[in-house]
């Protein structure tokens, strides 16, 4: 009989996984001698392909470091000061470097390569859940991003975007997926979520795997529904798309496939009216085997609303990946979220690993900041630590700092296997947003300057990501004193109000886009009594925390300390606008 193709790519799962060490060095010598001659790699190099010089004299970077190159081929210099392929483009990360955009430089191998990598990390989820390819379609909500033209002309897009619009995969679209090519590239993102609910309603019965690149995406989708199934049920009934859509394309997309269908709109009804929505998924789509979608890292925050939603599906957080590189894939597609582990894989990229301080539960905020500079080869790695990972690709990025923290937990073959722990520097998040430490605090100082013609100064603060309703928002805890001691009188309401906007205009770009498309909603401070930061330094310091080594988390993750937070709050204020 024909081995299945997902039976291939398990096959090729092991020799990678048992060859990694040989195949890691072959890589690294691949990509030095194609590009130990440009100008960036001649300095440290001269000219030689050598493993033990790459190590000894390439400097571990972060992106920054590298950005004057990219930009330089942004603006129309030649792209081989920074790698001998030619560049097709650029990758957009969804902002990783303090809440801005990164620019990746892309070459052509890149299509091919996400091809194995997908490839590879589908193969263990077929083999749980059989070729789903076969037995039905895929309702992923997928949103592209409109191209960005830099000055030399190339185009700048994210790489979700960049695989929809891959020729291979769009072949696919109208067999695998529900969502027709129009909706993914509807520049309006509240039109696309409608169709893209809409056509996966209408077939339902195909329906196989319910999912989205990252879990806050299906979250958000679900409650969409939850607002406007009576509206699609009503289009479904009349065969007529709503008026609510006016984009071309998806009223087309509409045009070819809807036809009025009261009994499926009835069925639907019946489903949706339920007073609880526990388990809606499954009850709306039967037939889906599983959710799909990242549920790791800042994304574990959804997990516990997706599982309501769910019915039991499992939630399947397939791969790891990242604008820079592709890395690990999860070879047990069924346990548990938070023991997700991502198995590396050896030909994607050159990985190093930089050993990172973290005592157990301690937050990585919280470790104490010795800088390390020696690194660990993937193979090298050991069970129970934690890393920062550095990756060297043959796209001109080399010893390049990630931002991720990763801990082993295991081994597959001779490759590790890794939980993600957390990103570096970024304090706060509720959707695909990611603010860092540095953007809070640049946002807490514009603001705070509102409180001293009142007399009051701000001691402390810190920030949670409320996603307990949709769409999140940010809350930040403000610990106030009098410059005087006036027995603590009330600072004004409306400047405090006043300090909310202002911290919303002085957030970043992908913040404030986020915040008018009402991705999130209004920033919200909460001011606490006094004594309450101290009260939350001895609730870490109980937990095992140094006292001389504290540093206040930037963000709050745990329940209890949110708790210790939340019962001294004197005062709630939210933004009462999006910012310009
Ligand atoms: P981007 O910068 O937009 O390319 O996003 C990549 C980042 O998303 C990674 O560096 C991680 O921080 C995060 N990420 C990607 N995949 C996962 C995953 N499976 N689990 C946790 N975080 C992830």
């Given at each position: ?7 291939d790519?398990?096959?090729m ?19 030095l ?6 100008e960036?790699?001649?300095?440290f ?13 390439v400097p571990?970077v ?5 950005k ?18 030619p560049?097709t ?26 091809a194995?990598f ?12 059989g ?26 897009t ?26 993914i590239?509807?520049?309006e ?24 690149f ?5 979250l ?29 394309g ?40 599983y ?14 609303e ?7 599906l ?8 990242s604008?820079?590189a ?11 979220p938070?023991?997700v ?5 050896p ?14 539960n ?13 690194t ?30 990763l ?17 570096q520097?970024?304090a ?20 705070k ?25 940010y809350v930040?805890f ?10 603590y ?20 770009y992908?913040y ?21 930061f101290?009260a ?8 095992g ?21 939340d ?5 709630k ?8």
């Open positions: 009989m024909e081995a299945k193709w997902y039976e790519g398990l096959k799962i092991e020799e990678l996984t048992s060859n990694a060490e040989q195949i890691q060095d072959d890589l690294l010598k691949d990509i001698s194609r590009n130990a001659g440009t960036y790699l001649r300095r190099l001269h000219g030689q392909p050598d493993k033990q010089l790459f190590k000894k004299n571990i972060s992106y920054e470091d590298l004057p190159y990219i930009d330089r081929i942004a603006n129309g210099e030649t792209s081989n000061i920074l790698l001998a392929e560049i483009g650029f990758f957009m990360s969804s902002g990783t470097s303090g809440g801005q955009p990164k620019l990746m430089p892309v070459t052509a191998e890149v299509d091919q390569l996400w194995i997908r490839t590879l990390y589908e193969s263990p989820v077929m083999k749980y859940f070729d789903i390819n076969q037995s039905g379609k895929r309702m992923e909500f997928m949103f592209a991003r409109p191209e960005i033209e830099t000055p030399s002309g190339l185009k700048a994210s790489v979700t975007t960049s695989i929809f619009k891959e020729s291979g995969f769009r072949a696919t679209l109208p067999k695998l997926y529900t969502s027709p090519v129009e909706t590239f509807c520049p993102t509240q039109q696309s979520l409608y169709c893209q609910l809409l056509f996966g309603l209408i077939q339902r019965g195909e329906v196989v795997m319910v999912g989205s990252f879990a806050a995406t299906v958000r989708a679900i409650k969409f529904l939850e607002n406007h199934w009576q509206e699609m049920c009503s289009d479904i009934k009349t065969g007529q798309i709503s008026h609510r859509i006016t984009d071309t998806c009223r087309n997309a509409a045009s070819l496939i809807m036809k009025p269908n009261p009994a499926l709109a009835d069925l639907i009804e019946d489903i949706c009216n339920s007073k609880s929505w526990e388990g809606i998924i499954k009850k709306v789509w039967p037939k889906a085997k959710v799909g979608c990242i549920c790791t890292g800042v994304m574990g925050q959804y997990t516990t997706l599982e309501f939603y769910s019915g039991g499992p939630l399947v957080s397939a791969l790891y990946a604008s820079e592709l890395c690990g894939i999860n070879l047990e597609p069924v346990c548990k938070s023991d582990s991502y198995t590396f894989l030909n994607m990229s050159y990985f190093e690993f930089l050993p990172v301080k973290n005592d157990g301690e937050s990585i905020e919280m470790r104490s900041n010795n800088e390390v500079t020696e660990v080869d993937l193979v090298n790695v050991k069970i129970g630590h934690c890393y920062e990972l550095l990756v060297t690709t043959s796209r001109g990025l080399y010893r390049c700092k990630i931002g991720d923290v801990r082993v937990t295991g081994f597959h073959n001779n490759v590790p296997q890794f939980q993600f722990v957390e990103r520097n970024v706060i998040s509720v959707d695909q947003e990611k603010t860092s430490e540095a953007d809070l605090f640049k946002a807490v100082t514009e603001a300057a509102l409180l001293d013609p009142i007399g009051f100064i701000l001691t402390e603060y810190t920030s949670y990501a409320d996603i307990s309703s949709a769409p999140g928002h930040l403000w610990e106030l004193k009098e410059k005087e001691d006036n027995h009188t009330e600072p004004d309401p409306k400047i405090i109000v006043e300090c909310c906007l202002r911290m919303e205009e002085s957030l970043h992908t404030k886009i986020y915040r008018k498309k009402n991705i999130i909603a209004a920033l919200e401070i909460r001011v606490v009594k006094q004594g309450t101290e939350l330094m001895d609730y870490y310091v109980s937990k925390a140094s006292f001389s080594q504290y540093k206040r988390p930037s963000c709050i993750k745990s329940k209890e300390a949110l708790k210790i937070l019962s001294r709050v004197i005062g204020f939210f933004s009462p606008k999006p910012p310009l």
